[in-house]
């Protein structure tokens, strides 16, 4: 399957500050990145479909303008936290979709103070 | 409204016990459903598939799952679980068409003990 690598795996932030989170497909074009949000003990919610060349499509809730998402390149997806606050902290997941399934990245603890 | 509820939220098993998991889920069209394993400190990792076929489908290290149409489940199972079994179990569904936009399960906390 597909290697998928994340920049950088924990992060801490002050309150007010933005973040950015890069999600790099090693091994494989992928024009389709998924972008997931983790909460402590709970499961993995869709935050955003990433599409390469073309603005993300966000998920019911998820507010655009304070995460920012970029796919320049069929390689490279990137999430901005934007003035990020305490209640952003979380486990940030990306997958890039494959031919049946998605493969992912290992996720990047972001934890603002 | 789609969604996909896993039953057990912790399990506690010792070494060579079997081990079922549930996993159901409520879509009102064809899906594919998924079983992925995040060990501790890792990422996740497909275990199984089911597109279509036989409904008994067998995926790495062991697993099995058997999706039951009229119950809407998909449940994992392991005659034999070892202490490297510990982990988080995911139970994800997508369309069978379109884009594949997972729904995941809450997730089961695996622990076996030696």
């Known amino acids: 399957g597909a290697v998928v690598s994340q920049h950088p795996s924990r992060v801490i932030c002050k309150s007010g500050t933005s973040v950015k989170i890069e999600c790099r497909s090693l091994d494989f074009q992928a024009t389709t990145m998924f972008w997931y949000r983790q909460f402590p003990k709970q499961s993995l919610m869709l935050m955003a479909t990433s599409n390469e060349g073309s603005k993300a499509t966000y998920e019911q809730g998820v507010e655009k303008d304070k995460f920012l998402i970029n796919h320049a390149s069929l390689t490279l997806s990137t999430l901005t936290v934007t003035s990020a606050h305490p209640e952003d902290s979380s486990f940030y997941i990306c997958s890039l979709s494959g031919k049946e399934t998605q493969y992912f990245g290992p996720g990047t603890r972001l934890l603002v103070l | 409204a789609q969604s996909v509820s896993q039953h057990n939220h912790h399990v506690i098993l010792s070494e060579a016990a079997s081990l079922e998991l549930g996993c159901n889920y409520s879509y009102g069209g064809t899906v594919n459903l998924f079983w992925y394993v995040q060990y501790p400190g890792q990422h996740l990792q497909l275990l199984l598939k089911?597109?279509?076929?036989?409904?008994l489908v067998k995926g790495i290290k062991g697993f099995e799952a058997e999706f039951i149409k009229s119950k809407f489940s998909f449940n994992l199972r392991k005659p034999s679980v070892q202490w490297s079994d510990t982990a988080e179990y995911f139970c994800?569904?997508?369309?069978?068409?379109?884009?594949?936009?997972?729904?995941f399960g809450t997730g089961t906390r695996l622990k076996v003990l030696a």
């Open positions: 994800a569904v997508t369309p069978s068409t379109g884009t594949y936009k997972y729904i």
């Open positions: 089911y597109f279509s076929g036989d409904p």
